[in-house]
């Protein structure tokens, strides 16, 4: 046939004549990108007839498809494959919906896809298997069959649906392994989250054989729309005339109707439409990828010499019918040639029109084309546009070369380059971003968020820690292992209890049942714990103290917050803990002061901070803060002189001047010659060292005392042991360590090493000291045998549970029934305790205000946030607080002035140590228990 693809000619003299000249012009004006009008707008099918015999229409055709290919528009020039066994017409639109076929897409938006016409394509192989299997064996498939049997997902799921003989055994295997699995796990894994894999696993399985079979998943396909050749099938009203409903009944009637295998016309027309909706499709503005916006140019088909016999004037006819069908304006210009010879043949579609301008012919087609459609009209082929062509003489001037088509280009925001230079940046910037966050803070969210409480900052000695407030589930500890009670490090575990009880443990029990006071309907109020959770690495020991306080603090909560245990009160306000990490030697209190006030400006539970133990010039700072702030601070161990001058801190430890006095009575009279007082070097402002050092060098007065301070652990020994030396002929009578625990060790070996233990020798410490434990086991610090060893302590622990009160007291009983902890070592330097009295003190004066307010009456006329306790409330309660049968004795803040130096009410004691047959004896000298509370059988300290 005489449909070929242009070669090019050597000039473009057709386009020359008048009416080339007009032609170009309405091509050029059809042709025009219009990305928002492309779907609103009728493309005709126009047919170039030659007027009179010897005008080359063919070559008016080729020279328009050269045109087109120079502007890029879209175009084709279907080639009929060789050797097609199938009717001419059906031939060109199987070529028409070959994507390599079309040209000039190169500044358009990728080739195009038909993946209707591949759906009727699949129709048309059924019907011919099913002939030449029926030819073979009469009655053995029907094209309903084959079609099916290609359609499946999986080779071996054909009709009826049968598995492979090896499908049974995996199934019986996966079965066997699933029910091992279930059973092994069944006794460490949670009922819920076994149920929960279960469930997965039916739902993968579910969906396997739903994949298995073709009736399960294309008419889920169909409905949904995930197919869209199947949901056109099953939805378009081309086919709903055949009747049937569903995806099955159509695609029954279809394949089965006898007018298949007798004419191609039902053929023919399905593979039209077909065509003709993926071109539609294609140009759909609102899809995800906004194609027909990328698209703004209708695609145009080139048809030279359309004859009756080639399936030129069949196919065209075919278009005009669907369009006029369906009343659908599809975005396809097409263009052919009909020689003289071969008019006759249009005379049944369209009539042919008088000469005239070309761009008349065409108004007057567009104006007609509303009526030409109605049946009483009687016109076979209403979208056909004859355009008669005179046979004219070519002008000197070549013909204008149309402007280029393009693609709008802001669409080129929305396309796959864009979307990857989009996920190169989002990949590069959001690693650098998740990179600094990560470095930044100690828990970050997918993508870009974390939480903001808590951050990870470098320590003096180099180590990271995550300092701040634990909220949102956070972990202050960045390893695996997490340091214990009992100071070893290991993992986290529910069954930890006593001394294996770690940081981890402790902070997963807080949060829940700071979820559970959330999520309850009660009233609460929020109670921050703040203390050394994390140290340098290699001195997790010097945290132990405050993972033990805070211990203490989860005592207190939950004796406020339930009624399970022995112990348990269960007030009717309710209270949050919030464990807070100041990080080593409390040096990131500045930064926990700023997240405790911005927590309490976003919360008005806030009521008081717990804890802050360790003095030293960062953690004044931030109580001092934290005090103007209007926030109540009750601290457990802090033996600051100047804290308890502050207006809003109350204080349940002696202070250091207390300390030192009491430490008289080690001397049992007696003055004291040469004495070395060693302290730590001073910071900006009087810490615990030095101004422990100071009331004891003012306490004791030695005639001769020699300060010695250290930096740290590591020049400790090396200086002490120099100080001992240098001191042989005069050696020391008295050594006053006003150091920190973790110091003592090294104390001790410069007074061994230096020959200062040679000879006996006493040695007076503050509240550090109770902190260690002497001996030869684990952890603890070998004493010299001509050693005595003084020190104050907030707490004696036999002092505490005399009388049997380990038996009676809440504190006790809920140590020992919640966290297994009986009174011992862990118990022993009595900080646990404190807390658990300090955190106490902030829920009872919480709970006081509560009462006072009258909140605990439901009154449905209560004004608008009068069931908030306030911080404010709390510290006007706080100083009202006497409150009995505390861990440590009697909570008494009536008698507080908020002086230097402290009230003198508080619970101290002073004990000696000394070494007996290898091991260390514990005796008590003086002491009472707080709120002056006398200790029977002792004197009391001065």
Aim: charged share 20%; hydrophobic share 40%.
């Amino acid at each position: 046939m005489p449909v070929q693809a242009h070669a090019g000619s050597q000039d473009r003299r057709v386009l020359s004549t008048p009416a080339g000249r007009q032609l170009l012009g309405l091509f050029d004006a059809r042709t025009q990108a219009r990305p928002w009008r492309l779907g609103s707008q009728p493309f005709p099918l126009l047919v170039l007839e030659a007027a009179e015999p010897g005008v080359p229409v063919d070559d008016y055709v080729g020279e328009l498809e050269r045109a087109a290919a120079e502007a890029g528009i879209p175009h084709t020039v279907p080639v009929p494959a060789p050797g097609a066994d199938t009717a001419p017409e059906v031939a060109l639109l199987d070529a028409m919906t070959d994507e390599g076929a079309w040209n000039g897409l190169r500044h358009g938006f990728g080739r195009f896809r038909f993946p209707r016409s591949d759906l009727v394509r699949s129709f048309e192989k059924a019907s011919e298997r099913a002939r030449e299997k029926n030819a073979a064996h009469p009655g053995s498939t029907t094209p309903m069959d084959e079609w099916k049997d290609t359609a499946a997902l999986l080779s071996w799921s054909r009709r009826p649906f049968r598995a492979p003989v090896w499908w049974s055994t995996v199934i019986l295997l996966v079965a066997a392994i699933l029910g091992g699995v279930a059973q092994a796990l069944a006794d460490k894994i949670r009922i819920g989250t076994l149920l929960l894999t279960s469930l997965a696993l039916l739902v993968a399985v579910i969906l396997a054989a739903g994949l298995t079979t073709r009736t399960i998943w294309l008419p889920i396909l169909s409905r949904a729309g995930v197919g869209t050749r199947y949901r056109w099938f099953a939805t378009s009203s081309f086919f709903a005339v055949l009747g049937g409903h569903g995806f099955d009944d159509r695609l029954r009637r279809v394949l089965d109707r006898p007018q298949w295998a007798d004419t191609a016309e039902f053929g023919l027309q399905m593979k039209t439409l077909a065509f003709l909706e993926d071109l539609r499709a294609a140009h759909r503005k609102l899809s995800p990828t906004l194609r027909g916006l990328k698209r703004p140019v209708p695609p145009v088909v080139f048809l030279r010499g359309v004859t009756a016999d080639n399936g030129g004037v069949e196919l065209l006819s075919a278009m005009s019918d669907i369009r006029s069908r369906r009343s659908e304006l599809h975005p396809l210009l097409v263009v052919a040639s009909a020689g003289h010879e071969h008019r006759a043949a249009l005379d049944g579609l369209a009539v042919a029109p008088p000469p005239g301008p070309l761009q008349d012919l065409y108004d007057a087609w567009e104006a007609s084309l509303g009526t030409a459609q109605a049946p009483s009209q009687q016109v076979a082929g209403p979208w056909l546009l004859r355009l008669p062509i005179p046979a004219e003489a070519p002008d000197s001037l070549a013909p204008s070369r149309l402007s280029p088509r393009r693609r709008p280009g802001w669409t080129w925001l929305w396309s796959w380059w864009s979307l990857l230079l989009v996920l190169a940046v989002t990949a590069v910037g959001g690693s650098y971003l998740h990179g600094r966050l990560s470095s930044a803070h100690c828990s970050v969210r997918f993508p870009f968020s974390a939480n903001v409480d808590t951050r990870l900052e470098d320590d003096g000695a180099g180590s990271r820690e995550c300092v701040g407030v634990s909220t949102e589930g956070v972990r202050f500890e960045r390893e695996r292992q997490s340091t214990g009670l009992d100071g070893d490090r290991r993992a986290p575990d529910r069954r930890h209890t006593a001394g294996d009880l770690t940081l981890a443990d402790l902070q997963r029990m807080v949060d829940e049942e700071d979820a559970s006071v959330v999520r309850g309907h009660a009233p609460y109020v929020t109670v921050l714990y703040v203390g050394m959770l994390t140290t340098a690495d290699g001195q997790e020991q010097s945290a132990v103290s405050s993972i033990r306080e805070l211990a203490g603090a989860y005592l207190a909560q939950l004796a406020n917050n339930h009624t399970d245990q022995p112990g348990e009160v269960g007030m009717p306000l309710k209270v949050r803990l919030l464990a807070v990490n100041a990080g080593q030697n409390m040096a990131f209190s500045g930064l926990v002061a700023d997240r405790i006030l911005a927590i309490a400006r976003r919360d008005p539970t806030v009521v008081g901070v717990v804890g802050m133990g360790r003095n030293t010039s960062a953690s004044q700072a931030a109580i001092r803060r934290l005090n103007d702030a209007g926030l109540a601070i009750v601290d457990p161990v802090n033996s600051s002189d100047q804290l308890p001058m502050l207006a809003h801190y109350y204080g349940l430890a002696a202070t250091d001047h207390d300390e030192a006095v009491a430490a008289l009575r080690a001397l049992g009279g007696h003055p004291v010659g040469r004495a070395l007082i060693v302290s730590r070097s001073p910071g900006p402002a009087q810490e615990y060292s030095s101004e422990l050092a100071a009331d004891a060098q003012e306490a004791l007065r030695p005639r001769q005392p020699d300060p010695l301070t250290y930096d740290g652990t590591d020049d400790i020994a090396g200086k002490v042991k120099t100080a001992c030396e240098n001191s042989l002929g005069h050696p020391y009578e008295l050594v006053y360590f006003a150091g920190r625990a973790e110091d003592l060790p090294g104390l001790i070996n410069g007074l061994s090493s230096g020959g200062c233990a040679d000879r006996p020798l006493t040695l007076i410490g503050g509240d550090e000291v109770a902190r260690a434990s002497f001996g030869s086991g684990r952890h603890q610090i070998l004493l010299p045998r001509t050693l005595t060893v003084y020190y104050t302590t907030f707490n004696h622990l036999p002092n505490l549970v005399a009388g049997g009160r380990d038996r009676t007291n809440a504190f006790f009983l809920l140590s020992r029934n919640v966290l297994g902890i009986a009174p011992g070592p862990l118990l022993a330097d009595g900080q646990m305790a404190l807390t658990y009295d300090s955190t106490s003190a902030l829920a009872q004066a919480a709970q006081k205000a509560f009462n006072t307010l009258g909140l605990t009456v439901r009154d449905r006329e209560r004004t608008a946030g009068s069931s908030v306790v306030t911080s404010g409330s709390v510290l006007l309660e706080l100083p009202l607080l006497r409150a009995n049968e505390g861990a440590s004795g009697t909570i008494d803040f009536t008698g507080d002035q908020h002086t230097l130096n402290g009230s003198g009410h508080r619970g101290l004691t002073l004990v000696k140590v000394t070494i007996k047959r290898g091991q260390p004896v514990y005796q008590p000298v003086c002491g009472r228990l707080n709120g002056d509370l006398p200790v029977r059988g002792l004197p009391a300290c001065p």
